[in-house]
């Protein structure tokens, strides 16, 4: 006579019915009897259940007996191994019990993520692929403490918010899933702790995800690219950033490689485009603008919902690895523009996400961004921090990111961030600095520096916060370099005037330079330049054709020449005409645009001249690599100034004329005796100038000036700025004062 089998509570079966069961382990699975093991399975939609039992080597079928609701239940040997077969209306499966596994995360796993340390939490939260007793298929694991109940949704169980339900443990909640293979689509479907049952969610650590406007999770294959840039990576660890020259082109992918008839492209067409590109213009670095998944594409990314998942909308996984090894092996660094700093409120996303205010502050005075109408994350939740600082050390450890942008800095730092008196809740202090920002961001640039092999972070930082770039143990918040908001909106401001006028506004180019080595400075002109009604680069330049195009090579030469890294947004290397739109085809030149053209070619040959001369990078982030020569000179607009690579090397000089008036004999003191060479000429002929110069070399004659006892008698080309480089190896030269007869 068969065992008779405790019958199940009827509530039970009531709350798996509805999805709502707070403990489904308790009840489904495997549950030992005094003689038998009971094996209870909840499949709703089931025509027909069996145990598939394996005895001695031998497979036999043990009827499951339906107990309405789709509770099968059914009593085997105790310890006997099994497995489930389901007759569903579509088809048979057979499959391991979801329902028959132990503890899946560790204690230390559960200790970690609570406490905002488990750096590598996309191995263990979200879905990841596992082998378990044998047994291949994904764990899902996700945080959300104050539901109260949590399924697995899927293509993989009809979509059903009643097969798979969740165990929960410290907060997260996990289970594992036979059978599920990378590909499979999924969600979360919560019920809060007031028994709400709330929108289906996309997985936070999601590694992959649908291409938009679908918003379903994917699970991805583990991370197992066979990686070619070890030589590269050592290289990075060993170098020192500060002093190695960086110019960075930034790039929206999706756009540049957009086709008049739409199409977008992908990573591995950036490849094969993208990167010969970069190797051509001479770019040390490319910027992505964010590919982190986002469901707007209108946002250009910086609303994303995915933190660990490149965007489907450019490939997989596996080809952005394709690009950035690519990249590497071409000598090309790539640099992620990183959002921590808020998240869109799309309800299949963080908003919200278990019914309360998790990623996010309660309070809207904190918690919400009124300039772009998002969430701001509450870094100062242990979880939350966690979960940021794991994702930026996921972009660099799994793809091998040579560093960070980090987006909007300024917002997280102050709590009155564009907020009027009334609308902010002070620190405990009762100030306005974001404390918990303040540590978070030591904490990041900490452990990347840690972590990173030579990674590094650049600060979207626009206010004269002390100490962006300063190392953290020095009371810094430790990133690497900041981007010179200053620098960028004075000499904008300045080139945009009337040459006519410029006499009367040298501060905007001198002013920067009071502060210049401050923090250690990225030069940007970005994207956010060239949007919003603010016009093209080239829009922005005074005068005729041939005088905007003038005044965009006088203006990118001073940026090259100029203490600080570099950045340029794509088109502005050319003077693309129009505002960069996302949607529009990228506006190559027509080859015969000699203008654009020979801006491009300007371009280029400022990136070889930087990369190769010491004096223009070594010294960037100190006073000792520049000093000024011409800086008063308002009457003719013209300024001068010397770059070294070492303390009183002083081997360049650049001296930029403002004006479109020619200037002949314009004398300039210099430190070193001998023959300048003239290393490069915005005026050149090549790039669409005049070819007004000084025929490539001038000597310097006994002539103090400018508090040197030489000088040099130029000829300044219209519009333009001249690099001259000191030549220790020719033969001393001094050429006698005019009108000396000796």
């Known amino acids: 006579?068969?065992?008779?089998?405790?019958?199940?509570?009827?509530?039970?079966?009531?709350?798996?019915?509805?999805?709502?069961?707070?403990?489904?382990?308790?009840?489904?699975?495997?549950?030992?009897?005094?003689?038998?093991?009971?094996?209870?399975?909840?499949?709703?939609?089931?025509?027909?259940?069996?145990?598939?039992?394996?005895?001695?080597?031998?497979?036999?079928?043990?009827?499951?007996?339906?107990?309405?609701?789709g509770l099968f239940e059914a009593a085997l040997p105790q310890g006997a191994p099994y497995r489930i077969r389901t007759a569903w209306p579509g088809g048979i499966t057979e499959t391991a019990d979801p329902y028959s596994f132990g503890l899946l995360l560790s204690e230390d796993d559960l200790h970690l993520a609570a406490e905002g340390r488990h750096f590598d939490l996309a191995t263990r939260l979200g879905a990841n692929l596992r082998e378990i007793d044998g047994v291949a298929g994904v764990l899902f694991a996700v945080w959300a403490p104050n539901a109260a109940h949590v399924a697995v949704v899927g293509e993989f169980n009809g979509w059903s918010a009643t097969r798979h339900p969740m165990r929960r443990r410290a907060g997260i909640w996990e289970l594992f899933i036979p059978g599920i293979q990378a590909g499979a689509v999924y969600k979360y479907a919560l019920v809060s702790g007031t028994g709400e049952a709330l929108p289906w969610k996309a997985d936070p650590l999601a590694r992959c995800?649908?291409?938009?406007?679908?918003?379903?999770?994917?699970?991805?294959?583990?991370?197992?690219?066979?990686?070619?840039?070890?030589?590269?990576l050592d290289a990075r660890e060993r170098a020192d950033p500060l002093t190695a020259p960086m110019s960075i082109y930034e790039v929206h992918v999706g756009s540049w490689l957009r086709t008049e008839w739409g199409q977008m492209g992908s990573w591995d067409e950036a490849s094969d485009r993208l990167i010969p590109y970069l190797q051509h213009m001479g770019f040390s670095h490319v910027e992505l603008m964010p590919i982190t998944e986002h469901p707007f594409g209108g946002s250009w990314g910086y609303q994303p919902l995915a933190l660990f998942a490149p965007t489907a909308r450019l490939g997989p996984p596996e080809a952005f690895a394709r690009f950035v090894d690519r990249c590497h092996a071409a000598g090309i660094?790539?640099?992620?523009?990183?959002?921590?700093?808020?998240?869109?409120?799309?309800?299949?996303?963080?908003?919200?996400?278990?019914?309360?205010?998790?990623?996010?502050h309660e309070d809207p005075r904190q918690g919400f961004h009124i300039d772009w109408n998002t969430l701001i994350y509450n870094v100062g939740r242990s979880e939350v921090r966690g979960f940021l600082i794991a994702s930026a050390l996921f972009w660099i450890e799994t793809f091998h990111l040579d560093g960070l942008r980090v987006d909007a800095v300024a917002s997280m730092l102050y709590r009155d961030y564009s907020r009027k008196p009334g609308e902010w809740v002070p620190n405990h202090l009762g100030g306005r600095e974001n404390l918990e920002a303040v540590g978070f961001f030591q904490e990041l640039n900490t452990l990347v520096g840690a972590r990173g092999r030579g990674a590094v972070t650049i600060a979207e930082e626009s206010t004269a916060w002390p100490g962006?770039?300063?190392?953290?143990?020095?009371?810094?918040?430790?990133?690497?370099?900041?981007?010179?908001?200053?620098?960028?909106?004075?000499?904008?401001?300045?080139?945009?005037?009337?040459?006519?006028?410029?006499?009367?506004?040298?501060?905007?180019?001198?002013?920067?330079?009071?502060?210049?080595?401050?923090?250690?400075?990225?030069?940007?002109?970005?994207?956010?330049?060239?949007?919003?009604?603010?016009?093209?680069?080239?829009?922005?330049?005074?005068?005729?054709?041939?005088?905007?195009?003038?005044?965009?090579?006088?203006?990118?030469?001073?940026?090259?020449?100029?203490?600080?890294?570099?950045?340029?947004?794509?088109?502005?290397?050319?003077g693309a005409e129009d505002e960069w739109s996302v949607d529009a085809p990228f506006p190559w030149p027509h080859p015969f645009d000699?203008?654009?053209?020979?801006?491009?070619?300007?371009?280029?040959?400022?990136?070889?001249?930087?990369?190769?001369?010491?004096?223009?990078?070594?010294?960037?982030?100190?006073?000792?690599?520049?000093?000024?020569?011409?800086?008063?000179?308002?009457?003719?607009?013209?300024?001068?100034?010397?770059?070294?690579?070492?303390?009183?090397?002083?081997?360049?000089?650049?001296?930029?004329?403002?004006?479109?008036v020619p200037r002949h004999g314009y004398r300039i003191g210099v430190p070193q005796a001998g023959l300048w060479r003239e290393r490069l000429n915005s005026d050149a002929n090549i790039y669409g100038g005049s070819g007004l110069g000084n025929g490539g070399a001038v000597a310097t004659q006994a002539v103090a000036d400018h508090g040197s006892a030489q000088s040099l008698s130029l000829t300044l080309p219209p519009l333009g700025l001249l690099v001259l480089e000191h030549d220790p190896q020719a033969t001393p030269t001094l050429i006698p004062p005019p009108g000396d007869g000796s």
């Open 1 to 69: 006579m068969p065992p008779r089998l405790p019958s199940l509570p009827a509530r039970d079966i009531e709350q798996l019915r509805e999805g709502r069961h707070p403990d489904p382990f308790a009840i489904l699975g495997r549950h030992r009897l005094e003689e038998v093991d009971l094996v209870r399975a909840f499949l709703p939609g089931a025509n027909y259940v069996e145990l598939i039992v394996d005895e001695n080597g031998q497979r036999r079928a043990l009827p499951m007996v339906g107990q309405g609701d």
């Open 209 to 232: 995800t649908e291409l938009p406007p679908r918003t379903g999770s994917v699970v991805a294959q583990a991370p197992a690219f066979a990686w070619t840039d070890s030589d590269w």
């Open 333 to 360: 660094g790539v640099i992620l523009d990183w959002v921590p700093a808020h998240f869109p409120s799309d309800e299949h996303g963080l908003a919200r996400f278990d019914g309360t205010a998790l990623y996010e």
């Open 468 to 574: 962006v770039t300063r190392p953290v143990h020095h009371g810094g918040l430790g990133f690497h370099f900041k981007w010179n908001m200053g620098w960028m909106h004075d000499t904008l401001r300045y080139i945009a005037h009337d040459p006519i006028h410029r006499s009367h506004h040298g501060d905007d180019v001198t002013f920067g330079l009071v502060y210049a080595f401050s923090e250690n400075f990225v030069l940007p002109i970005s994207h956010d330049e060239v949007v919003h009604g603010k016009g093209s680069l080239i829009s922005r330049m005074p005068g005729d054709d041939w005088q905007r195009f003038a005044n965009l090579r006088l203006y990118l030469a001073m940026m090259w020449t100029h203490p600080g890294k570099k950045l340029l947004f794509m088109g502005c290397e050319f």
């Open 594 to 660: 000699e203008r654009r053209q020979g801006a491009s070619t300007l371009v280029r040959d400022l990136n070889a001249l930087y990369r190769a001369t010491p004096a223009l990078h070594r010294l960037d982030h100190r006073p000792e690599g520049f000093a000024w020569i011409v800086a008063d000179d308002s009457t003719n607009a013209v300024f001068a100034f010397s770059r070294a690579s070492g303390p009183g090397a002083a081997e360049v000089l650049a001296v930029a004329n403002m004006t479109p």
